[in-house]
């Protein structure tokens, strides 16, 4: 089935009008501005998470959607942290949901040495100095929600001695901290981010793509903005947490000669439940080995969730789905794993594969015969064709489908009950072979030869069907399982997130048994195993050693989780 490309997802979307959309739509027609320009502007810290791709789908939609550019931007400020194995992964995670930046592709490294002129403008106008007062001092100084900030003894410097501390700061004369150069606006003003906010900090350490050329670096509020500019951004969207950066914002660019007049509007940052979606504590994860790094599947990572076999049309479809709302929220995890169901129970192939193998032997099919069978490879889907699997006298079932006493309502294989194997045969339950400790090790049954497709002829019903795979030619295989990484909702609500892990997340099956057309199905492809999920090959899978991940079961694996252990 070929992939939709995002433009035509948006066409069809059209009719999802958003506040956003409403206002880009509503610019255009005052003619405030005459085509959109659009940025992501991550910071190369870490690996683009499910939050990112709120914000990617809404910046790169929005250019298609209105005919015009989105950029990809790095706002690579903060050398001590940026690292290039984030900027390579976050370029192929873009890629990978399905955008593209074209030429388009910008740091905010590329304009220090405007953003530095652009300060030196700021001190000449009066309007920034250079403060030497500590750090500690100079937060005390900022005062509270309801207190007014406190002039330095720095804050009166004259202009050129300004100029020549900053000049001095950039030609590294001073240590780490010693100085920085501060907005002159408003310490009394109630946006704590308008109380003389730092523009530029000293810091000695060598950029990913300046290298050692800078030892000062523009602070985010210094850099976002004028970046956005020098880009002729039309529409600076950004997550609610910078609303109260906003007049900041504003103010800068008012006082700048900046070459255009960018606008910053808010949306709700995407909060799931189950799930932590803040840089910082996943590099912690990964830092603590909690996970096995940033593409553990368990991850809400890109790179785990491709890992894990989510297409990337299920994310885009998930986004499209929970909207564009003002107003933070946590959105329930059942809504992207419906996004996800919905996505591969289309494009999927179905296969049989024996997660915990119970050996069935049919003690009336003659021994050493082989029979070729007919299985759909997709119910709804006629041209994806048929397959044969070979059936036997030895054949493995689940074990969960033979309950030797059953319990109400279980109407799969106990003894003297008849059930049908998948595009096989009926065959009934005759004895069950224990171990020594009394492990049920051996199902002893017998078919019925007229059952061939699995219906009797004379229409009786049976009340199951099991999936199965032939002892001859089943191939061994470990399955990998995964479980929220967190049990609660909402992680980290009583303080320590490390306390809300769930140890059960990953649950490894070395005995796993898949019917042999498995051992084909090709990286990034992801096929149902039938009555159990959707699966793909990982990446640690290897000819002869397959190994699986389930990307998503069937039905909401989260309520198992919020019913207290399954
Ligand atoms: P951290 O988690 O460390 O605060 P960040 O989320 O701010 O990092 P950036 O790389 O600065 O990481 O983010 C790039 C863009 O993605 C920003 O515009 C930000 O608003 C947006 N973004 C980040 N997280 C989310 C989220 N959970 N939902 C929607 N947008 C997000
Ligand atoms: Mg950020």
């Known amino acids: 089935m070929p992939a939709e490309t995002p433009a035509l997802e948006a066409a069809a979307s059209e ?30 810290n870490g690996y683009l998470h499910l939050g990112h791709a709120k914000s990617i789908c809404l910046n790169f939609g929005l250019a298609t959607e209105f005919g015009g550019i989105c950029h990809l931007r790095f706002d690579d400020t ?8 984030f900027i ?55 005062g509270t929600l309801t207190e007014p900030g406190r002039a330095s003894a720095y804050r009166d410097r004259g202009v050129e001695e300004n100029l020549d501390l900053f000049r001095r700061m950039r030609a590294g004369e001073y240590p780490n901290g010693a100085r920085v150069l501060r907005a002159k606006i408003d310490l009394a003003a109630g946006n704590m981010n308008l109380r003389d906010p730092v523009l530029y900090r000293i810091l000695h350490a060598a950029h990913p793509r300046t290298g050692t050329a800078w030892c000062i670096y523009p602070t985010y509020d210094f850099a976002h903005g004028q970046s956005d500019a020098i880009e002729k951004v039309t529409h600076s969207l950004c997550t609610l947490e910078f609303e109260d950066h906003r007049p900041l914002y504003d ?22 439940g189950y799930t932590v979606l803040s840089k910082r504590n996943l590099t912690d994860f990964v830092k603590r080995g909690i996970v096995t790094g940033w593409d553990d599947p368990r991850m809400p990572t890109l790179a785990g969730l ?72 997709h119910p709804d889907d006629p041209a994806a064709g048929s397959r044969t699997v070979r059936f036997g006298r030895e054949i493995y079932v689940e074990r969960d489908d033979f309950m030797e ?9 106990s003894p003297g009950r008849e059930v049908r194997l ?87 099956l070395r005995g796993a048994l898949l019917e042999p057309s498995l051992a084909d199905v090709s990286s990034g492809e992801v096929v149902q195993f039938e009555r159990q999920g959707y699966f793909c090959p990982d990446l640690d899978s290897r000819p002869g050693a397959p190994v699986f991940n389930r990307t998503i079961g069937l039905r909401d694996t989260w309520a198992k989780v919020q019913a207290g252990g399954g």
């Open 88 to 142: 390579d992964a976050i370029k192929r995670d873009v890629h990978w949901l399905g955008f593209d930046w074209g030429e388009h592709l910008y740091h905010a490294s590329d304009y220090f040495e405007q953003l530095y002129q652009w300060a030196e403008h700021l001190i000449r106008a009066g309007l920034a100095y250079v403060d030497d007062s500590p750090v500690d001092e100079m937060r005390a100084m900022r």
């Open 422 to 508: 998948r595009y096989a045969f009926l065959v009934t339950c005759r004895e069950v072979v224990k171990d020594a400790d009394g492990n049920v090790v051996e199902l002893r049954c017998t078919y019925d030869p007229a059952s061939r497709g699995g219906n009797a002829p004379d229409g009786r019903k049976v009340q199951a069907t099991l999936h199965w795979v032939c002892a001859a030619d089943a191939i061994p295989a470990e399955v990998r399982l995964y479980g929220t990484l967190f049990n609660r909702p909402d992680p980290g609500a009583d303080g320590d997130i490390f306390a809300d892990i769930n140890p059960e997340s990953l649950e490894v």
């Open 251 to 272: 103010w800068l660019i008012e006082h700048l000669p900046v070459p255009a007049r960018p606008r910053q509007t808010e949306f709700a940052r995407l909060n799931l």
């Open 306 to 377: 491709r890992r894990r076999g989510v297409p990337a049309e299920a994310v885009r479809e998930f986004v499209r789905r929970i909207g564009m709302a003002r107003a933070n929220s946590i959105v329930d995890l059942a809504l992207f794993e419906h996004a996800i169901r919905d996505r591969l129970n289309q494009s999927s192939q179905r296969r049989m594969a024996v997660l915990r193998p119970l050996k069935l032997t049919i003690e009336n099919f003659p021994e050493g015969e082989v029979q070729e069978l007919s299985a759909v490879n």
């Open 78 to 85: 903060n050398p001590v942290k940026e690292e290039q194995e």
């Open 15 to 44: 009719t999802n009008r958003d506040f956003i959309r409403d206002l880009v739509q509503a610019d255009l027609e005052s003619r405030r501005v005459t085509s959109v320009v659009t940025r992501f502007p991550p910071e190369p």
């Open 405 to 413: 006493v059953p319990a109400k309502k279980f109407y799969r294989l």
